[in-house]
């Protein structure tokens, strides 16, 4: 008999695997954190089997899965045995339907033992729908300003490393939130990955009771930052990052030219969208200048003429912040904020967790007992 296990207690649980038996195109549009796509029915399969379920009937459709199925069935354990050492195995399909059944009853038939996500992906969907449908997290967020280049990205993963709470959305959305956002970095997930990631380390953060966050606006390319984060954020404590121009202006050469070429071709590209902001003629100019890779003359400009006057942030301590820190060495602004934010209130004191209700839950302790899964 197979077991389900709610979606609350699977996200509370260690050393899992979440397996995804939908199909490629499902998984792609959003899965689980973590989650490992070994698909029953290829797109092209799922839809065949839809078909007929809609235009012939359920017994015909379920004739047809099984057909289709049945000779996967050896290549389907291997894959999921192989993912299961040392693990346990929770498997989901789109609503903890057929597919998941189906596979879940084989796979404990042959002596692998998995549990089944009660309510399948949307009853994931649903948890993080109801972390974020609200009108503000439950944490306290610490929210970096400054100016471009300063280094807030990688302060926040300076605090990561000392096990501090954070949400670095850029990372997340791997995207920079500008016209030169998406230079050097892979596609950026879909919206319900993006929203799934971000509830993922909103919960991680429970038990800090805070939350750092870089300032954003409410879109980071096409992905959309939720209303209960930008409202967090504007009722956070403010804490100003700053340093010299010569920084600024070195740390973004660092990272926007480092690939093919210098990422001449895209640096270029995006520079042209800023025609209507700059001119036709002096994007010409810093066109040329960056096929040349006179990189210390281009960057200085786009912080002086553009993107400094953009954010219009203070380039030196402001009594405007709760903290003002001096950026020009990276690991010391990274120790001065984790030893501040252990002097606020609110450090240390858990919030409530923001997912689904534990009304009518399946038994974490039945699933580990009667099917062997912590053996």
């Not at 050393?15 to 490629?24: I, T």
């Not at 792609?28 to 490992?36: D, L, Q, Y």
């Not at 959305?169 to 596609?187: Q, V």
């Not at 959309?224 to 956070?236: D, E, F, K, Q, Y």
């Amino acid at each position: 008999m197979v077991k389900d296990i709610s979606i609350t207690d699977a996200l509370q649980m260690k050393d899992v695997c979440f397996v995804d038996v939908r199909s490629e195109g499902e998984f792609a549009e959003g899965s689980i954190p973590g989650a490992v796509n070994v698909p029953l029915f290829t797109n092209e399969e799922r839809t065949a089997v839809g078909t007929t379920y809609k235009q012939v009937g359920t017994e015909e459709a379920k004739r047809l899965g099984l057909e289709i199925a049945s000779p996967k069935l050896p290549e389907l354990f291997k894959d999921i045995a192989g993912l299961a050492k040392n693990k346990r195995v929770l498997l989901y399909c789109w609503r903890g339907g057929m597919r998941s059944k189906y596979t879940a009853s084989v796979l404990n038939s042959l002596g692998l033992p998995v549990c089944r996500i009660q309510g399948g992906y949307k009853a994931y969907r649903r948890y993080v729908h109801r972390y974020l449908d609200r009108e503000i997290i439950p944490h306290k967020s610490i929210v970096l300003h400054g100016l471009t280049g300063v280094g807030k990205t990688i302060v926040l993963q300076k605090l990561r490393e000392r096990f501090l709470p954070v949400l670095n959305l850029e990372t997340i959305a791997r995207h920079r939130g500008s016209a030169y956002g998406k230079i050097g970095l892979p596609d950026s997930p879909s919206q319900k990955d993006f929203e799934a990631q971000i509830v993922q380390a909103l919960v991680a953060a429970e038990e800090k009771g805070v939350i750092f966050v870089e300032c954003e606006s409410r879109r980071l390319g096409k992905l959309i930052v939720p209303t209960a984060i930008l409202n967090s954020m504007a009722g956070g404590y403010r804490v100003l990052l700053y340093a010299s121009l010569q920084t600024r202006v070195s740390r973004i050469i660092d990272e926007y030219t480092q690939g093919p070429d210098h990422n001449i071709e895209r640096l270029q590209f995006s520079t042209g969208l800023l025609k209507k902001s700059l001119g036709a003629r002096i994007v010409e100019d810093l066109n040329i200048k960056i096929a040349e890779k006179r990189f210390t003359e281009v960057i200085p400009y786009l912080l002086t003429h553009y993107y400094d006057p953009l954010y219009n942030y203070p380039d030196r301590p402001s009594e405007d912040y709760d903290l003002s820190v001096d950026c020009e060495d990276l690991d010391s602004a990274a120790d001065q904020l984790a030893q501040w934010v252990t002097t606020l209130p609110e450090y240390g004191v858990p919030v409530e967790n923001g997912g689904e209700s534990h009304v009518n839950r399946g038994s974490l302790e039945e699933c580990a007992d009667q099917e062997g899964l912590f053996v």
